[in-house]
């Protein structure tokens, strides 16, 4: 329990951080900021494992502030898993981006940070995403949103199926095989 390194992040961290052995054999860790102190601005970081050190830094602006709900990223990322066509991709959804109710999902290079792909949705995202492969090795998004709705994104970030619940889904979704099973705030 000694620690090893610490690192400012300008903001606070709702989200679990996520891990990563890199090609290189050095681990990473992402993570991304909510938006309370830094108002306006969320922050996205690539991180060595090791020592803390940063390795790319995105800094979102066009977030909306609202005192009594939380914005940014609220929810944990996804790393595409390797030998897919998500391999070089992690996906972060930001909420309260561009206006208080609605939402952005981000898939994001790995390696530069760069925005491969985004998509601005109507409804804010707090549930984790959650990624599924084929046997083929193809991988599709799956996320919840405040309005009850999972929405299926594939590779590049079509929206290809979605299906309401009719309640705010703030958990992540669990799947198993054919099978996805979320809890909503609807009970």
Same mark, same amino acid.
């Not at 891990?19 to 290189?24: A, C, L, Q, V």
């Given at each position: 329990?000694?620690?090893?390194?610490?690192?400012?992040?300008?903001?606070?961290?709702?989200?679990?951080?996520?891990?990563?052995?890199?090609?290189?054999?050095?681990?990473?860790?992402?993570?991304?900021?909510?938006?309370?102190?830094?108002?306006?601005?969320?922050?996205?970081?690539?991180?060595?494992?090791?020592?803390?050190?940063?390795?790319?830094?995105?800094?979102?602006?066009?977030?909306?502030?609202?005192?009594?709900?939380?914005?940014?990223?609220?929810?944990?990322?996804?790393?595409?898993?390797?030998?897919?066509?998500?391999?070089?991709?992690?996906?972060?959804?930001?909420?309260?981006?561009?206006?208080?109710?609605?939402?952005?999902?981000? /898939?994001?290079?790995?390696?530069?940070?760069?925005?491969?792909?985004?998509?601005?949705?109507?409804?804010?995202?707090?549930?984790?995403?959650?990624?599924?492969?084929?046997?083929?090795?193809?991988?599709?998004?799956?996320?919840?949103?405040?309005?009850?709705?999972?929405?299926?994104?594939?590779?590049?970030?079509?929206?290809?199926?979605?299906?309401?619940?009719?309640?705010?889904?703030? /958990?992540?979704?669990?799947?198993?095989?054919?099978?996805?099973?979320?809890?909503?705030?609807?009970?």
């Amino acid at each position: 329990m000694a620690l090893k390194w610490a690192q400012d992040v300008k903001d606070d961290i709702n989200a679990t951080p996520v891990f990563e052995w890199g090609d290189d054999g050095i681990g990473y860790i992402y993570c991304g900021t909510s938006m309370e102190y830094a108002k306006g601005n969320v922050f996205i970081y690539k991180m060595r494992a090791d020592t803390g050190e940063i390795v790319w830094e995105r800094k979102f602006t066009d977030i909306t502030y609202n005192e009594l709900v939380s914005g940014g990223v609220m929810s944990s990322p996804v790393i595409g898993k390797k030998g897919t066509d998500l391999e070089n991709l992690i996906i972060f959804p930001i909420a309260r981006m561009p206006s208080t109710g609605s939402g952005t999902i981000f /898939a994001l290079d790995k390696a530069t940070g760069e925005t491969v792909w985004s998509e601005t949705n109507k409804n804010y995202h707090w549930s984790s995403p959650v990624a599924v492969y084929t046997a083929e090795n193809k991988g599709y998004i799956l996320l919840g949103d405040s309005a009850g709705k999972i929405t299926m994104y594939d590779s590049n970030g079509k929206s290809l199926a979605s299906i309401g619940l009719g309640s705010n889904i703030e /958990a992540s979704p669990a799947v198993f095989e054919n099978r996805l099973v979320v809890g909503t705030r609807g009970q």
